[in-house]
């Protein structure tokens, strides 16, 4: 009984839920719907309209569901379209016959609030708010422009504490983010606190506050994250945020924020404008700032979490920064972001060197226009912050500088265009362009100045391998002119320079130059690498060759008349290091020149050929030799052929044939220049080897200093020499050496009259004055002619003598006028000029006196004497040779003896010649006196004639 009984009662419980679950359903609830609607609207505070289906349902919970619900906007414009909206309801009031929500759900609403609403409510819970849940499931916030998917929230009031707890979740441009609120029970004054928390995209914001009955929150503020950079187009890294915060209807404020991000502390203010359009606006002032990270954040294009509809105003300031791995000082700038358009005003910072950088401009799409300044007194410390190697250049140099220019940024590509600077006085402008993002940085440069001095910009000497190294990482393309150039004792105008790096391979396309009336054009390619190879590289130079003068080292300005005149050159090269081949070829006036050489740069040698030709050997010498030079090379041409050959410092001219005028010769020479003074050395055979002839008493200078050019050690060999046409050695032969400015001709060996001359000669010629040393000898000369043509002279015979002088002075005249040392001579079977010894005697032995005086006059006014032989000493001092035991042995005629002196450096003489016709008669004189070349004759007969008289 029992058991049918439980059945009953469980089948009529089942019974009556599946009818509390179904009946509801089945029933007609329209007549409800004025009444839900009023419900809702007291309870939301805002007019509520039901337009779709009404169901009641009993189980799990007692709950109104309705759709097509719309939720009218109040004063604050807020107006809410909901998809359904369920009222969960109390099952006792509804048992007695009253509907009293408990909870309020809102299902797929799209929410509108207009900004800025038309009032802002000051939040003071109303006297009908009691116990209420209300939910948002899956709904759409939409506040003026901003929008908000998947909210999920629920808001409870009527707690003991708080007048209002709200929390949830919704989707904000693809980021996640949680919310909460609590609003407390307002004071007696009508303030209630609030306090609010948000977290997403890795961050969160606290902030906790009042609000004010009237509308408006003011409060404190907390914020930090892990990536600000998800929020805002600041550099990534971990932030926090502190500071006051304030909300009115059309701004949300922070200000006295104290700010950090990673780890870089700074303060500022942030506020975001709502009305009349939404701005956000950020002041940051820092010791020290990451610049790389906010201006790559500010030109990367991505997503952040405001709109990118929302501009953004970015105001930086900064002790101390780094741009690109330039330090910085006094950073200061603003930036407004508005959509994809970025620009910045009054961007201005202090370089190293104390330069001063001002910039402005914005964005055009993917590119960033500004318009620079720059001014600083010392560029060269700039300079070398950027990493320019000034290292050898002159620290006075790169000092005051200004410039203007417009810079474009792209991509990977800088531009600078309309460029005007000023750089230590000289004006510059032009363009320039750098790209960096492809496989190799490649830079574009045009410049023109007007005044381009090089001294002390340019190291003084340029490592070749350390330049390869630099130039083979990136390409260049460069043209430059400059209407005046300087470099060392260089002066050109009209200097252009167009050039390219590209790929390894350095063309010069063309480098012009015009140094006075002379035009000086290059060009080449040289491919870089290990090694480097030159190809097509040509030099040309066509004009007044005097403008190479000052190029050329001072010692040299003896050759200005022979530079004065037109020239041409042309070189040409091409190859590697170690096969590297030349050609040149030129005119200097009538001088031509044809060289071609192949060089091992590597192992620092070559070989070559030159040769020289020139229609006037004396006109193309006599700056070398003197304006003398074309009297005693004589006539003719002058050619240089040689085969040339060299390694180091050392050149060696394996085969050289010159000619000059009448000198002509062949040899091997090689030149050394194993420090800073040259060597030469080697053999050379001259045909014939002409000899300058200098004055006996010139007064011009020698010029031996130029002995000391170089030194020397050379064999010498000559089959004639001569002297104004006329033949003075053969066969002659001597090792010439030259250091240190003394010249020595050692082992001299010549025919002279048929004999043997020996000797040495040793020129002083750097010595002050210089000096001169001779040492000679001759055996078995035979003259047929006068040796002096003087009134007294050798006029033939066989000679022998030795000889030991020295001199010094500048010129001839003073060298004779201190000629000293000693000369011995003896001439057999020869003929002495000037007097008739055999005629003396002759007219000594007439009987009629008168007859005998007149023909003894005419026997010492001229003639000649025959003799056997002829030997004295010559001492000389002082220019001045005194002749000691000079005798004059005749056949048949007696002898005479000469006594007195003949002073050389004066050309004048003072000689008596003593002879006694009759043995036991008084001697006969003859005086020479006066200028050597026409000395005055005064017999002297007195005491023969005489004696003549008392016999």
């Avoid at 797929?108 to 609403?117: A, T």
Wanted: overall charge neutral; glycine content about 12%; aromatic content about 4%.
């Amino acid at each position: 009984m029992m058991r049918r009984v439980v059945l009953a009662v469980l089948g009529l419980a089942m019974l009556l839920a599946a009818a509390l679950w179904v009946v509801p359903r089945l029933l007609d609830w329209e007549s409800w719907r004025p009444q839900l609607a009023e419900l809702a609207s007291s309870r939301l505070g805002r007019p509520v309209r039901l337009d779709g289906p009404i169901t009641l349902l009993l189980l799990p919970q007692p709950r109104v569901e309705a759709e097509a619900v719309a939720v009218g906007p109040a004063a604050d414009g807020l107006s809410i379209a909901a998809r359904s909206m369920r009222l969960r309801l109390d099952l006792r009031a509804l048992l007695a016959g009253r509907l009293e929500p408990r909870e309020i759900t809102l299902v797929g609403g799209d929410i509108v609030l207009p900004w800025p609403p038309a009032a802002l409510p000051g939040f003071r819970a109303p006297p009908w708010l009691g116990a209420l849940d209300a939910r948002l499931e899956n709904c759409r916030l939409r506040i003026g422009g901003l929008q908000a998917e998947a909210v999920n929230a629920r808001l409870v009031t009527g707690g003991p504490v708080e007048a209002m707890v709200a929390e949830g979740s919704l989707a904000w441009r693809g980021y996640a983010a949680r919310f909460s609120s609590r609003l407390g029970r307002a004071d007696f004054d009508g303030v209630a606190s609030l306090e609010f928390t948000l977290s997403g995209a890795g961050s969160s914001l606290s902030a906790q506050g009042t609000l004010a009955p009237e509308g408006g929150f003011e409060g404190r503020m907390e914020a930090g994250g892990s990536d600000l950079s998800a929020l805002l187009p600041a550099p990534a890294g971990p932030w926090r945020a502190t500071g006051r915060l304030t909300a009115a209807a059309d701004l949300i404020a922070a200000d006295g924020l104290a700010f950090e991000l990673n780890n870089q502390p700074s303060r500022g203010a942030a506020t975001l404008r709502l009305a009349p359009d939404t701005r956000l606006d950020i002041a940051l002032a820092a010791g020290r700032l990451d610049l790389d990270g906010w201006v790559a954040a500010l030109r990367n294009a991505r997503s952040y979490a405001l709109p990118a509809t929302v501009p953004i105003g970015l105001d930086l300031s900064a002790e101390a920064t780094a741009f690109a791995g330039l330090p910085l000082r006094r950073l200061r700038g603003a930036f407004f972001l508005e959509g994809e358009r970025l620009s910045l005003t009054d961007l201005s910072a202090v370089l190293p060197g104390d330069t001063v950088i001002e910039a402005s401009g914005a964005t055009a799409g993917p590119r960033l226009e500004l318009a620079v300044h720059l001014a600083g007194r010392t560029l060269r410390d700039t300079l070398a912050a950027l990493g320019l190697p000034l290292a050898g250049t002159d620290p006075a140099r790169l000092r005051a500088a200004e410039a203007r220019f417009r810079l474009a940024l792209e991509g990977s590509e800088a531009a600078v265009s309309d460029l005007v600077a000023s750089i230590d006085g000289a004006r510059v402008t032009g363009n320039g362009v750098w790209r960096w993002g492809g496989p190799r940085p490649a830079a574009g440069l045009g410049l023109a100045i007007d005044r381009l001095d090089l001294n002390g910009l340019l190291p003084p000497r340029l490592d070749a391998a350390a330049l390869n190294a630099r130039l083979a990482g990136f390409d260049v393309n460069l043209r430059l002119a400059a209407e005046k150039l300087s470099w060392g004792t260089l002066a050109g105008e009209r200097a252009t320079l167009d050039a390219a790096l590209e790929n390894g391979r350095a063309t010069l396309r063309r480098l012009s130059l015009r140094i006075g009336e002379l035009d000086a054009t290059a060009s080449g390619a040289v491919q870089l690498g290990t090694p480097p190879r030159l190809s097509e590289a040509s030099l040309e130079l066509a004009g007044a060759g005097a403008a190479l003068l000052p190029l050329l080292p001072s010692a040299w300005a003896a050759f200005a008349p022979m530079l004065a005149q037109p020239l041409t050159f042309r070189l040409s090269g091409s190859g590697a290091p170690e096969a590297l081949a030349l050609k040149a070829e030129g005119d200097l006036g009538s001088l031509r020149a044809e060289a071609a050489a192949v060089l091992d740069t590597t192992q620092r040698r070559g070989t070559g050929t030159l040769t020289l030709r020139h229609p006037g050997a004396g006109r193309l010498l006599a700056p070398l030799l003197g304006p003398e030079a074309a009297g005693w090379l004589g006539p003719g041409s002058f050619s240089v052929i040689a085969n040339l050959s060299g390694q180091d410092r050392r050149l060696s001219a394996d085969y050289l044939d010159l000619v000059a005028g009448g000198f002509r010769g062949r040899g091997q020479l090689g030149l050394a220049v194993p420090g800073g003074r040259p060597r030469l050395a080697g053999r050379f055979a001259a045909e014939i080897l002409p000899l300058p002839d200098l004055p006996l008493r010139g007064r011009e200078p020698l010029r031996l200093e130029r002995l000391a050019a170089l030194d020397a050690d050379i064999a010498l060999e000559a089959a004639r020499v001569e002297q104004a046409d006329a033949l003075l050695l053969e066969g002659a032969s001597a090792a010439l050496k030259l250091s240190a400015g003394t010249l020595r001709l050692d082992g001299v060996q010549a025919r002279l009259g048929g004999g043997l001359l020996r000797g040495a000669l040793a020129v002083e010629g750097t010595a002050s004055p210089p000096r001169i040393a001779l040492e000679a000898s001759l055996a078995d000369a035979t003259f047929a002619s006068p040796l002096f043509d003087l009134p007294l002279d050798l006029g033939a015979g066989r000679v022998e003598g030795r000889a030991s002088l020295r001199a010094e002075g500048h010129g001839t005249a003073a060298m004779l006028a201190t000629l000293a040392g000693e000369a011995r001579f003896v001439v057999r079977d020869g003929v002495l000029v000037g007097f008739d010894l055999a005629a003396l005697q002759a007219a000594a032995g007439l009987a009629e006196l008168r007859p005998a005086e007149a023909a003894m006059r005419q026997a010492l006014a001229g003639g000649a004497t025959a003799f056997e032989r002829l030997e004295g000493v010559a001492r000389l001092e002082g220019g001045r040779a005194a002749l000691d035991g000079t005798r004059l042995v005749t056949e048949g005629a007696g002898e005479a003896v000469a006594s007195g002196a003949i002073d050389l450096g004066r050309g004048a003489l003072d000689l008596r010649l003593g002879a006694r016709p009759l043995a036991e008669a008084p001697e006969i004189g003859l005086r020479l006196t006066g200028p050597l070349a026409a000395p005055r004759r005064l017999p002297e007969l007195a005491a023969f004639l005489r004696w003549r008289a008392e016999h």
